[in-house]
């Protein structure tokens, strides 16, 4: 595969530009992608993080408001009157 000065040709082993990969600029440019593409997922899971977060913090915090007895009181009443006016439609019923 070598002559016999020891220099490889490109004929002997074909393109070895595209069976191989470039020299250290084109691996430097590889590892700065990975990095950016690293630091990029990293970004994303802290954002995403955040707003689950925030999420959780607000849904927290609109929770439901206290019960207020008033609002027992009215319910228990409406809930009498429908009783009530069942046993009416029962009676006209009968």
């Known amino acids: 595969m070598a002559d016999e000065s020891g220099l490889e040709t490109h004929a002997q082993h074909g393109n070895s530009s595209a069976t191989q990969p470039g020299g250290n600029g084109t691996r430097a440019q590889q590892t700065r992608r990975d990095v950016n593409l690293k630091r990029t997922l990293l970004f ?11 999420y959780a913090i607000v849904r927290a915090t609109l929770a439901r408001p206290p019960v207020d ?10 809930d009498e009157a429908n009783r009530l006016l069942k046993q009416l439609d029962d009676k006209k019923s009968a």
């Open 44 to 54: 994303i899971g802290i954002a995403a993080a955040s707003a689950g977060i925030a």
């Open 69 to 78: 007895p008033t609002t027992e009181r009215i319910q228990s009443l409406i």
